[in-house]
């Protein structure tokens, strides 16, 4: 006889029902939930039976982080994603990076861009038990044109191959490697539908596609039986991606009316990542190269999207929650939960709404979604036990001493923080001044003698 897993809750948020219920019971066979109810009604425990006491806790399913780069490495710049590792070292490290968005209680996540196919390849891993880590829905590299996000350098250096995106410049060429992308076994197609480029006197940015070229591409990538998902911040992108059907907009920050109607008519998800603009709001400092403009730049934009999205919100579009962790300042499992934050301060969610969004409606479009999407009968056993009530202070989920256990597929996680921070020379550029250090600078900053470098 097989034995089972009996869990005794003190409050049960099944994330189906938008309630925690208390002295709640779930028993888990094998990696999935063979039953839930109130613990005075649960069956009679086997001799062979396990018991886990979480009845001082809030228990809930697992969350997902839709917007996680695992081959990003903590990156303090672009050229840190796209330049300098191995991708033999990317692999290894996102390993880790997936291990530890596990551990800060995100049992699922989506990559929609990564280096190579490091994200597939750490899917793969995961799926055939070589370590635990969370469930994996896997793009390869993004699809970019001269007006899209990735082509960040000279046109001399053009986008490297070890780039997490890939350059297009026709049709047939982004037709011809979203079939290859298919055929290495991607979960989604990521496009990159704007990047930097503004047109002028305040038109917003420039769609990186035109409509008949997105509405192509996204026809291919569903015929494919995939995932068809954007990056677009600008107005004229996610109208763009909206009026092609894509599943997933990555920001929408100014999305505009026409666009939200588009999104209700194809059903596309949103999923604002919000969690990035707010810590670059919050954490920057005078030292940063990016302090002088960058916080003002995400300021406006947090503003714009808080108006846009909440509009969108009260349209019925439907939302995912997605964090953007890989950058230094959304390092991997620090700051995922703060999503749900964001989406209670500036979407209107409650508390409540946040959670189902984080935990229910964003595995609808995962590998697993069909096993996926609650705690009740024959769903995955993907659980978080939390001490403290998230539904009375949403930041609850952001503390690492809060998250008491996590449970894969019925499996404890183990939460020894993981080694994310580590760096190797090679993982970034040789950084070495951060000004021009003329004589008027030292004269007035430094002792003649330092400045000499020599005794007097």
Known sequence: MTARTFIRCGHLFDGLSGQAVPAQTLVIYGDSIDWVGPTAQSPAMGEVDTLID????????????????????????????DLYASMEFRALRSMVAAQAILKSGFTSIIDPACSGMVAPAVRDAVNVGLFQGPRITASGRALTTQQGLYDWYPQWIGVPEASTGVMTTS????????????????????LTMDGIHARRNGGGLIAAYTQAETHAMVDEIHRLGKLAVVHARGREGALYSARAGVDI????SSICDDGIQAALDKDVVLCPSLALLVNNIDFHEPTDPSAPWWPDIQRRELNTASRNLQRAREAGVRFMSGSEAGFAVTPYGEWGAKELEAHVRYLGFTPAEAIVCATVESTRLLRERDRLGGLAKGKLADIVAVKGDPLSDITVLQRREA??????????VDLSPAPTHARHFSEFSQGMWH???????VNANFPREAAAGVPA
Request: hydrophobic fraction near 40%.
């Open 54 to 81: 979480y009845s001082d806790c809030f228990v809930m399913p697992g969350m997902v982080d839709c917007h996680a780069h695992i081959s990003y490495g903590n990156a303090l710049t672009q050229e840190d994603i």
């Open 171 to 190: 049709l047939d060429q982004a037709i011809g490697l979203i079939r290859q992308q298919a055929k290495d076994g991607v979960d989604a197609i990521k």
């Open 249 to 252: 907009i990555y920001h929408a």
């Open 403 to 412: 998250i008491h256990a996590v449970l894969l597929g019925g499996r404890p």
């Open 435 to 441: 000004r021009v250090y003329d004589r008027a600078y």
